[in-house]
């Protein structure tokens, strides 16, 4: 530390980004007694309140109302007449996340968390700037969550991000999604049932990569018969504005193609933001999949610096759980000078479709790749009493479970309320309970959590 610092720019940790990670960190790190400053350059509370998982599934509660009525249409509702206002679920959007700020800041301020507001730009090793004042701490924390990836397409700056796109004040007819991931499959079954006619457009030979093939398949059907369009194997060549909106130019086997949409919406990838923190200047290592960090979660080439959430280049998926379990860990590392790492084993996940795609552990390729014995349970649900009551005709459940051992090793749904019931699966992957033992467990008649004993 060559420049003297003032005693209110000095602090025990800085915690850049002010997301679930960075908060849940400064937080901890601040209920021990030490000097925590946090800084974002945005509105504190991150991708997840803000931009991300709560703004979206409010938006889908909309669409799911829609959806329900239509299953039960011939069922005795009169779904006639039913239709989303965009802009009043807008506003029921904006009543949950236009709080989150301020109260965010005042919890952390109630911990004794300073909270700067600007972009955290390294100046050395444990030093940043923010607004042009300097700040100094032996200990740094890099929790500046993911952007939208570039992309190289000509025209591609008429694309709208998801942020862009949460904040719509109408929603057009014709939209068309670029990347078939979890943004633009969520977004694209809420702009259907909102009225919209939703293309996804994704350049692999498979959406979803990271899901069951088998349940992608239903899904993709269920999701035809609501409206969703998606075509796989197939490139964007360029986006060109026109009077009437947009022509987005295709390639789909050598073959090119026009759509003539009013939209295009960004749902190609998310990479760690890190173009702003001038990470040179800090001598902290990064690579295209975050800040180099060792398995606890310290920088690579730099001490004083630590990482955690979408961030930081570790084995835990992009995801808020995930974000808030490095970022403890990171903590208390901090803390203690420890040597904790993060317990990503079990960690559930969700496509919130309608009706929803759910993982945990292990695909049935990698198992059986990793030589298991795996016994393959395969359900179709969709005639279930559960899917039945709702005039749904679509589910399955695919739980492989280790034959040498009866211990649950992945579980894949697909259906209504399998988002609520992958928990209680995750809960006994986490804790060991045997595919015997959760299958005698007893639970509510009838709920979504009687459905597991009959898929395992
Ligand atoms: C549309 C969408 C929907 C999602 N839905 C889900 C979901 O349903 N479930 C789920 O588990 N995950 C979901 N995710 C992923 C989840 O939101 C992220 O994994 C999680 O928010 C990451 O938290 P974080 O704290 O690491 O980063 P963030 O929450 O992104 O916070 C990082 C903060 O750092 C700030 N920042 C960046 N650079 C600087 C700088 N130089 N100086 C100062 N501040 C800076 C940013 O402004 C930002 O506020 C979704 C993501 C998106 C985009
Ligand atoms: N429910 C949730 O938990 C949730 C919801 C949204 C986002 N997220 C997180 O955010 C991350 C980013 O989400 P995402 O949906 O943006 O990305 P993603 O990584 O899930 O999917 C991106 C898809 O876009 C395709 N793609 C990339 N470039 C393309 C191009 N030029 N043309 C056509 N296709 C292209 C990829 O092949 C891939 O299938 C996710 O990995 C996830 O961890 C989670």
Known sequence: MTKKYEEHEKYDLIVIGAGMAGIAAATKCASQGWRVAIVDSLPYGGTCALRGCDPKKILRRGAEILDAAHLMGDKGIDEGGLSVNWAQLMKHKHGFTDGVPT????????????????????????????????????KILIATGATPAPLDFPGHEHLIDSTAFLNLESLPPRVLFVGGGFVSFEFAHIAARA??????????????????????????????????DVQSGTSITGVEKVPAGYQVHLEQQGVAAMIEVDLVVHGAGRLPDLSRLDLEAGGVAYGPRGIDVTADLQSVTNSAVYAAGDAADTQGMPLTPVAVVEAKVA????????????????????????????????????????????????????????????????????????????????????????????????????????????????AVYPSIASDLGSML
């Open 195 to 228: 009225g919209s006619r939703p293309i996804i457009i994704d350049r692999g030979p498979r959406p979803l990569k990271s899901f069951d093939p088998d349940l992608v398949d239903l899904l993709i059907r269920r999701g035809t018969q609501a409206g969703v």
């Open 103 to 138: 109260s965010m800041e005042d919890d952390l301020k109630a911990h004794g968390v300073q909270t700067l507001h600007g972009t955290a730009v390294f100046t050395g090793p444990t030093e940043v700037e923010v607004s042009g004042v300097g700040y100094h701490a032996p």
């Open 331 to 442: 903590a208390s590392n901090i803390l203690k000078s420890g040597n904790a790492v993060p317990d990503y084993a079990a960690t559930p996940t969700a496509v919130f479709t309608i009706p929803e795609l759910v993982r945990v552990g292990a695909l049935e390729n990698e198992a059986r790749s990793r030589g298991m014995d795996i016994d393959v349970r395969y359900t179709d649900t969709s005639r279930w009493f559960s899917q039945y009551r709702v005039g749904e005709t679509a589910g399955a459940a695919k739980i492989l479970v280790d034959r040498s051992t009866d211990l649950i090793v992945g579980a894949h749904l697909f259906g209504h309320g399998y988002a609520e019931l992958v928990n209680t699966i995750s809960l006994a992957m986490k804790y060991g309970l045997t595919a015997r033992e959760l299958r005698s467990s007893p």
